[in-house]
T-cell receptor, first 114, second 112 residues
């Protein structure tokens, strides 16, 4: 079974803290994604990566950065957490091209910024 | 304007009954359409994926249909079970584009 593992399910951080959300996939997927999901807004793309050390901004990249040093690992970084970044964060991965390929999601990381 | 619209936003159905969820999209040029099930507090799990040439696909009690001409899809749940209570998300991708367009989901609650 494909597995996308997000290291932290629940985090509580203080405003201004640096936050790391880690994601690892075990299927040798080229593509990896970070989304946030908020009630009434659905999933919104923050960043995605189609190869090691490659990244592209999604629809809401402000306040976030990412790192992909190894193919299996994609990290989301909040340089200085703010309360409006309280959300559920979902990591996903897929083979290259998207066409006909299933996107696999992790279980999500619930981040609360106080 | 969202490129993927789902209706109804939420519905309550009795256990054992059928229901149909709708997804209308404007994504173009169309590549494929996926339906995902998301249990509360969990990540989405794929139910079906359909390309342009496919107009129906089943996964157990879930049957998805696609009309690429009218840009509509539906997800039919047969003989609903309590475990079907979840959000069902329609996701559409365009050709030559890594971006996905997400609907906001249909929230289904199955009651005994």
């Amino acid at each position: 079974d494909v597995k996308v593992t997000q290291s932290s399910r629940y985090l509580v951080k203080r405003t201004g803290e640096k936050v790391f959300l880690e994601c690892v996939q075990d299927m040798d997927h080229e593509n990896m994604f970070w989304y946030r999901q908020d009630p009434g807004l659905g999933l919104r793309l923050i960043y995605f990566s189609y190869d090691v050390k490659m990244k592209e901004k999604g629809d809401i990249p402000e306040g976030y950065s990412v790192s992909r040093e190894k193919k299996e690992r994609f990290s989301l970084i909040l340089e200085s957490a703010s309360t409006n970044q309280t959300s559920m964060y979902l990591c996903a991965s897929s083979y290259a091209g998207h066409r006909g390929n299933t996107i696999y999601f992790g279980e999500g990381s619930w981040l609360t910024v106080v | 304007k969202n490129q993927v619209e789902q209706s109804p936003q939420s519905l309550i159905i009795l256990e054992g009954k059928n229901c149909t969820l709708q997804c209308n999209y404007t994504v173009s040029p169309f590549s494929n359409l996926r339906w995902y099930k998301q249990d509360t507090g969990r990540g989405p799990v794929s139910l079906t994926i359909m390309t342009f040439s496919e107009n129906t696909k089943s996964n157990g009690r879930y049957t998805a249909t696609l009309d690429a001409d009218t840009k509509q899809s539906s997800l039919h749940i047969t003989a609903s079970q309590l475990s079907d209570s979840a959000s069902y998300i329609c996701v559409v991708s365009a050709q030559g584009n890594n971006r996905l367009a997400f609907g906001k989901g249909n929230q289904v609650v199955v009651i005994p």
